[in-house]
């Protein structure tokens, strides 16, 4: 690639692991050209949202006049800049100083140490991982022992001295490849990073003894014949490997992972490793497993206690790095606008791009970009994710080497240039050590599109920036981020497009059509539709407009522009409710109080007409988004232009969570199916009552949409209804009962027709009555149970240990002020739209009876199932004390966190069984098949319903 750009020393560059002070690289003349200038740090520019930017003079560092070459700007840092000491200069090239010379740079402290969030994530990720792999080995006991046969017969077929051989090279090569890292970096006197490894190693062997004593004497068995064997000579192995778990940890805490070559060797003698210990018998295949996360955690919990080593360059760093490639350099200034409050307003939450404005002794200004590790590493699952989601987006790897993104940002700087756009001209690049590098650019001073006040993007402004972009796609180069804070318009108004190290070469039509789609969004968001979509129409033509409007919706656009169209569309929704509340503010006004012995055909025409009038205030307050605008407008241009959204998406998040949740269904019904427990309820059940709990089971879901259009003033369809709550048993398996089906019954009827404010009221107000009636029928039940035994009429201790925990609850809500808030706001949110709602239920009876009789039927027909359930095992119980029981385990379902209540539904019901004197085997059989007729054979019809559902657009 150098001797495309022209450089005269293409191999100069080093390895990255070798350091800034063996890298060098040349512009095409050898070095800057022989002209003075200045420089100071420039205004702190904060980008603000789309048509709320404000008008700012500040220019990005354009250099003022020139000082004397042997002065460096004294007064050119700003008010408390972090000075840097004088630099050590090298002593031959070019680029030699001055001895009296003082480098000056304007940068912010680093901390010696950082604790980053990406470490915890890591720990949390390994922890998931242990526990899935215990979980594994507790409940798959059949695939546990599957694998470990399988294992043992390929090992019977492996050559015992390939197995010795094995075993021999990788017990020498694991101690002998990290002390060798150790040396190589003791040499470059990178110490701390050893010292983390051993610290790491250390509590992962503590750990690891932890772990083994914890499997040995207080595991389950599973757990133990899982990650145990009779190995050779008849000892039982170890749970975890005493010496391979502190390798993991220490090659990971040094950072041996983050260098290729030594990733390679690593990886190598650790498979080689396993593999012999593996077949030779003296380990388990989740032993390994778990023994590779367990090195991994601890190895990152460490880096996350005691803090990784800073690695980021200086500023001081930055200027010795390009002495080194012929620079003379004076100070260096940080220049991009790094405070959270401007972008968090421009809705970038990315790590900050570090560019400096370099000034020299004998030449013009540089602008330098630096990147290291953390900035590379930033947006990282956000960039797989889209590569998993999106067809035909990206190429490339979500996460490269330094190398490799130098390399590509470098390549983009020349094509662009070469393509007739105006670029910065890239002019030399180098390592900043072994985590971070460095590109050099020609000064182009000037504000970006963001920092520019709407009135100071003209037409003119608008076609230069299309022209920039024609000449990339003349030559197949898509740019992949054409929002404000890439294109940069100088004191001539000439526009320049950054931020190319995101773009591809070669690049698709498709991607080019995304690049016009992004281009006339972003110049929509600050001057309409209209201009926007005219500009680009002079210079691309027609045509190229029309054929991207397929690509303009939001999947295909950047981040922080998807963010600004995200605040737009609430702000519009913020006006509409607005619109709303002062018109019907301003009918009710000017019709008066309605009379309260009124005529009731008088207070409900009334009623209806001010709802209308919020109807159409609420079509009147209505504001088309900006890409409907910007389609309109090409549409005038090309009638005939394609308007249908181009499939972009692979997969989207919502199939991606249905398979996962089918997965998990599967494999958690097949679980229960052949748990010895569930073969009890085949093998001892009266099939009789079995059918009957089914016909009851069944019957909760005709009552359940009964209830829920009840409460639903507009006309739904009753089995379609009926289908949604089918899928709501789907649902429930991988979300909270208490919320997957509040979620989809508001989804639902959002898709019949509903406003989200009605639907969300009609749902809130359908749970409000359940909350109600279920308290009720408990409390009467609870008393009609306590009471049987007792011929007085006394309250009974069931009724009076809920009233007693009922108190108590009331007492800490209103003794804890955060609490006592938190059920403020929550009762003012439900009562301003549920009970709005309520009310115009009671007028309708048949709508109010049709609720109330479907959640009494529901309950009733949950407790019937519960019955046949209990008396298909020979046992028999009055039907108040079966009520109390499902009443009790239900309301526990609710509230607890796991998904359908899985856990604690059947330990409630067990207890509250046992309570009763129900014998324990009766009472878990009773309870297994009630789960298995109201939770588990469900799934399959709810996953079937789900689908139907969403291929029709009901949900």
Not at 192 to 205: E, K, T
Request: glycine content about 8%; proline content about 6%; charged content about 20%.
């Amino acid at each position: 690639m150098g001797d495309e750009a022209g450089a005269d020393d293409p191999s100069a560059a080093t390895d990255h692991e070798d350091g800034a002070e063996n890298s060098r690289s040349r512009t095409p003349a050898g070095k800057p050209a022989a002209r003075g200038a200045g420089g100071k740090r420039p205004a702190d520019e904060s980008p603000k949202p789309a048509r709320k930017r404000a008008a700012r003079a500040a220019s990005r560092a354009e250099p003022p006049a020139e000082p004397e070459a042997q002065s460096p700007p004294q007064a050119s840092a700003p008010a408390e800049p972090t000075r840097q000491g004088p630099a050590q200069t090298p002593s031959d090239g070019q680029g030699q100083a001055p001895a009296d010379s003082h480098i000056d740079g304007d940068e912010p402290l680093l901390a010696a140490r950082v604790h980053r969030p990406a470490d915890l994530l890591r720990v949390l990720l390994g922890l998931l991982g242990i526990a899935t792999v215990l979980a594994l080995a507790t409940w798959a006991i059949g695939t546990t022992a599957g694998i470990e046969r399988d294992v043992d017969k390929g090992a019977a077929q492996a050559p015992s001295l390939l197995i010795s051989f094995a075993g021999f090279a990788s017990a020498i090569a694991v101690l002998v490849v990290p002390v060798a890292f150790a040396i190589e970096r003791l040499m470059k006197r990178d110490g701390l990073r050893i010292a983390d490894g051993v610290l790491a190693a250390v509590l992962a062997h503590g750990v690891s003894l932890s772990f083994s004593l914890w499997v040995a004497r207080l595991a389950p068995d599973s757990v133990q014949d899982a990650l145990t064997r009779n190995g050779p000579g008849g000892v039982i192995t170890d749970p975890v490997h005493g010496y391979l778990a502190p390798v993991i940890a220490y090659a990971t805490a040094v950072g041996m992972m983050h260098r290729p070559r030594w990733r390679f060797a690593m990886w190598t003698v650790l498979l080689l490793d396993g593999f012999a210990v593996l077949v030779a018998g003296y380990t388990t295949p989740f032993s390994i497993v778990v023994t590779v996360l367990l090195g991994w955690t601890i190895a990152y919990a460490t880096l996350y206690t005691v803090g990784s080593p800073n690695v980021r360059p200086t500023g001081q760093q930055l200027l010795a790095g390009l002495r080194h490639v012929g620079f003379r350099p004076v100070s260096a200034l940080r220049t991009e606008d790094t405070t959270e409050s401007a972008r968090h307003d421009r809705h970038d939450y990315s790590e900050p791009t570090r560019r400096y404005l370099v000034t020299l002794e004998n030449g013009p200004p540089l602008d330098v970009t630096v990147v290291d590790r953390a900035q590379q590493a930033q947006g990282f699952f956000y960039r797989a994710w889209r590569r998993l989601a999106l067809r035909g987006i990206t190429t490339r790897r979500s996460l490269p080497s330094l190398r490799q993104a130098l390399e590509q940002e470098a390549l983009l700087a020349y094509a662009a240039i070469s393509a007739g756009a105006n670029a910065p001209k890239l002019i030399a690049t180098s390592e900043l050590g072994p985590d971070a590098v460095m590109l050099v650019y020609e000064h182009t001073g000037g504000r970006h599109l963001d920092s520019l006040p709407d009135d100071e993007i003209t037409d003119e402004l608008m076609r230069a920036a299309w022209r920039q972009v024609t000449a990339l796609q003349t030559r197949r180069i898509a740019h992949r981020r054409l929002d404000g804070g890439s294109l940069l318009v100088d004191r001539a108004g000439i526009v320049y497009l950054t931020d190319l190290r995101g773009g591809e070469i070669a690049a698709s039509d498709l991607l080019l059509r995304m690049d016009i789609a992004q281009l006339l969004t972003t110049f929509g968001l600050r001057v309409g539709a209209e201009r926007a979509v005219a500009a680009a129409v002079a210079v691309l033509g027609p045509d190229a407009v029309a054929n991207s409007l397929p690509l303009l919706q939001p999947i295909a656009l950047s981040r922080n522009t998807r963010a600004t169209l995200r605040q737009l569309a609430r702000e519009r929704a913020q006006r509409e409710r607005d619109a709303v509340l002062d018109a019907t503010r301003a009918y009710r006004e000017a019709r008066g109080n309605l009379p309260e012995d009124g005529d009731r055909k008088a207070v409900r025409a009334a009623r209806q007409a001010e709802k209308q009038v919020m109807d159409e205030a609420l079509e009147n307050a209505k504001e088309p988004d900006l890409l409907s605008l910007i389609r309109e407008q090409v549409l005038l241009i090309r009638p005939q232009a394609p308007i249908e959204p181009a499939r972009v998406e692979r997969i989207r998040p919502r199939t991606l969570v249905t398979i996962i949740a089918a997965v998990f269904a599967a494999y958690f019904l097949t679980i229960q199916v052949v748990n010895p427990e569930f073969q009890r309820v085949w093998e001892g059940a009266n099939w009789g009552w079995v059918l009957i709990a089914a016909g009851f089971s069944a019957v909760t879901y005709f009552a359940a949409a009964l209830s829920l259009l009840g409460f639903v003033p507009e006309r739904v369809g009753y089995l379609r209804t009926v289908t949604a709550q089918v899928a709501g048993s789907f649902v429930k398996l991988v979300a909270p009962a208490a919320i997957g089906g509040v979620a989809l019954n508001t989804r639902y009827l959002q898709r019949q027709g509903l406003r989200p404010g009605h639907a969300v009221a009609s749902v809130g107000a359908s749970q409000l009555f359940g909350l109600g009636s279920h308290i009720t029928l408990l409390l009467t039940f609870g008393y009609l149970a306590g009471t049987e035994h007792t011929p007085s009429l006394s309250p009974s201790r069931t009724v009076i240990a809920g009233l007693l925990t009922l108190a108590v609850v009331v007492l800490i809500v209103t003794a804890i002020p955060s609490l006592r808030k938190a059920l403020y706001e929550r009762i003012r949110t439900l009562f301003a739209g549920v009970v709005p709602r309520m009310l115009d239920v009671v007028q309708q009876p048949k709508k109010l009876l049709s609720g109330i009789g479907g959640m009494l039927l529901m309950t009733l027909a949950f407790v019937m199932c519960l019955d046949a359930s209990l008396r298909a095992f020979g046992y028999e119980l009055s039907y108040p004390t079966i009520a109390v029981v499902f009443l009790a385990g239900n309301a526990l379902g609710s509230a607890a966190p796991t998904p359908g209540g899985l856990g604690a539904v059947e330990f409630a019901l067990v207890a509250s069984l046992a309570t009763f004197r129900v014998p324990q085997d009766a009472a878990l059989g009773a309870v297994l098949l009630f789960r298995l007729m109201t939770f588990w054979l469900p799934v399959l019809p709810g996953w079937l319903a789900f689908t139907h559902l969403t291929r029709k657009g009901s949900i």
